[in-house]
């Protein structure tokens, strides 16, 4: 598998809390991606980091990327409850698709 | 208007029956990809294609048969349903391979019983 653990598979967290769930992976990769799953529907991206970024922001969210530990975070800033999803992180797999982790489900309550 | 569609969004087929799933885009890509997600799982590849008429195996492709007939339709034929293929599969399309964001459909649920 080109995945290790994932930190956590599932977390719970008020409205106005950060969250931060992460990943760590096995093999070189030279970008992770970040997809939101809602219920019911496909994935889609949510932002992308490549090896020579160690941090992007988009929005409320924060991708770091750490080559040397082989690992990479997804933050979320003052969550709300529309950002209650699964988050999957996804590298690339040699060049022929990339290869996703188990994902991390989030719920926000108000 | 959605640029990845599935066929049919919910199926449930017997045990040993025919099986296919559709997957059509209009995103002009190359490459078009099918998953699986089961519960703890994450998602799956099991075959993907980077042009019509050829097909990969991807890393759980037992059991499953794909067809890239042109650039827009790739299916998935199962060809003996068995009760462990019961999951949610999804179809996606990419204009690269490898590091490419890869666009979605909204998944088919099937139901083998």
């Known amino acids: 598998s080109q995945w290790g653990e994932e930190n956590l598979q599932a977390l719970s967290i008020q409205e106005g809390e950060d969250v931060t769930m992460n990943c760590s992976y096995k093999?070189?990769?030279?970008?992770v991606h970040w997809y939101r799953q809602d219920s019911g529907r496909g994935p889609a991206l949510i932002i992308l980091i490549r090896s020579n970024e160690r941090e992007k922001r988009s929005g409320r969210l924060r991708a770091t990327l750490d080559t040397s530990s082989q690992s990479s975070s997804l933050s979320i800033t003052a969550a709300q409850c529309e950002d209650t999803a699964v988050y999957f992180c996804?590298?690339?797999?040699?060049?022929?698709?990339?290869?996703f982790g188990t994902g991390t489900t989030v719920s926000v309550s108000p | 208007e959605a640029a990845v569609t599935q066929s049919p969004r919910s199926k449930v087929a017997v045990t040993g029956g025919k099986v296919t799933l559709s997957c059509h885009q209009t995103n002009n890509h190359d490459y078009m990809y099918w998953y699986r997600q089961d519960t703890g799982h994450g998602l799956r590849l099991i075959h993907y294609?980077?042009?019509?008429?050829?097909?990969e195996k991807g890393d759980i492709p037992d059991g499953y048969k794909a067809s890239r007939p042109s650039q827009e339709n790739f299916s998935l034929i199962l060809e003996l349903a068995s009760l462990s293929q019961t999951a949610v599969y999804f179809c996606a399309s990419s204009g690269t391979g490898g590091e490419a964001e890869q666009f979605f459909g909204p998944g088919t649920r099937l139901t083998v019983l």
């Open positions: 294609s980077y042009v019509a008429d050829s097909t």
């Open positions: 996804a590298t690339a797999q040699g060049g022929r698709a990339l290869i």
């Open positions: 093999t070189y990769t030279t970008v």
